[in-house]
């Protein structure tokens, strides 16, 4: 089984901060034919289901905010969101769908 | 615009089997893409169940295999989650989801999710 690991577990920001968090795999997570890397992310608000952010470790899914950058390779991967407003405070989490599909525990942002 | 919705039984006893529906309206099941069911546990992991394929085609867990049975009704165009020997292990908010396998198996449909308790 591909493991998936978050960090931080939590983080504490102020609007209008920059925040970047990470997520890294037990295994690579690029497909060498296609060469395109299985990872993607979502968002999870409270009481609502999650959300598609980022798929293809990189790209932004149709109406998400391009302050939603996803990054890396591999098994090095992190969301970064270039201006955090009130709206993303929520739970984001990674998943790899190279073999199965598994994901991560979650990255809580919280507002400081 | 494409809609899920699960519903179940809310309380299951241990060692009995649970059954979900999830309805879909706005897209026909059997034209594209995969349905699937995701879990989420108190404490917030998630755990991807299993999907049923627009052909009719399953793929389950390894974790859930020898529980786990995904079928469909496509005149009703719902499909279906069993699991059996429940245990308070499963108590768990269950999601039904859209998955697109040409873009990596991402999940852009979801239900509200229907929480469900494993209780004597």
């Known amino acids: 089984d591909i493991v998936m690991s978050q960090s931080p577990s939590s983080l504490a920001v102020s609007a209008g901060e920059k925040v970047t968090m990470s997520c890294k795999s037990s295994q690579s997570l690029l497909n060498s034919r296609t060469r395109k890397n299985y990872l993607a992310w979502y968002q999870q608000k409270p009481g609502q289901s999650p959300k598609l952010l980022i798929y293809w470790a990189s790209t932004r899914e149709s109406g998400v905010p391009d302050r939603f950058t996803g990054s890396g390779s591999g098994t090095d991967f992190t969301l970064t969101i270039s201006s955090v407003q009130a709206e993303d405070l929520a739970v984001y989490y990674c998943?790899?769908?190279?073999?199965?599909?598994?994901f991560g525990a979650g990255t809580k942002l919280e507002l400081k | 615009d494409v809609q899920l919705q699960e519903s179940g039984p809310g309380l299951v006893k241990p060692s009995q089997s649970l059954s979900l529906t999830c309805t879909v309206t706005g897209y026909s099941i059997t034209s594209d893409y995969a349905w699937n069911w995701i879990r989420q546990f108190p404490g917030n992991k998630l755990e991807w169940m299993g999907y049923i394929s627009y052909s009719g085609s399953t793929s389950y867990n390894p974790s859930l295999k020898s529980r786990i049975s995904i079928t469909r009704d496509t005149s009703k165009n719902q499909f279906f989650l069993q699991l059996n020997s429940v245990t308070t292990e499963d108590t768990a908010t269950y999601y039904c989801a859209r998955s697109r396998t040409t873009v990596g198996a991402t999940f852009d449909y979801w239900g509200q999710g229907t929480t469900l308790t494993v209780s004597s």
């Open positions: 998943k790899q769908s190279y073999n199965l599909l598994t």
